[in-house]
């Protein structure tokens, strides 16, 4: 059975809305996600990049996460016909971890603890296809 590695934020959690509220609320400003197509709060804002990851640095960020329309259901239907990991390079963040894993456990418990990966490098990881909205972990990923 081939398998399908899944990032977390931004595939399956919607974590943009959050730092944009979060963000918007301390800097009184009005930006919304749609002004963030292909760009992000750090290329808007450079001069304010530490206090912008500061908020994302919040040890319960990820645990109280919207969930993207639909994708409980379409990883049920993958699971059909692949193995599904959901991998998060959550050591970006480190202080994440239990609420990230809180948030699979709470959306997705579906799926078996061993298929939840926590890691930094996503290259590391042995999958077929990876569906990630970061380009830059597909830079040395094997699969597709």
Known sequence: ???IAIDMDEVIADA????????????NEHITSKDLNGTNLTDLRPELKEE????IADPLFFRDLGIIKDSVKVIRELMEH?????VTAAMEFPPSFNAKYEWLKEHFGFLNDLNFVFCGDKSII?????IDDNVRHFKHFIGQ
């Open 82 to 86: 692949y193995q599904v990991f959901i």
């Open 1 to 3: 059975m081939k398998r």
């Open 126 to 130: 042995n999958a077929d296809y990876l």
């Open 52 to 55: 912008i990851d500061r908020l």
């Open 16 to 27: 943009l809305s959050k730092h944009v509220s979060l963000y918007n609320q301390k800097y």
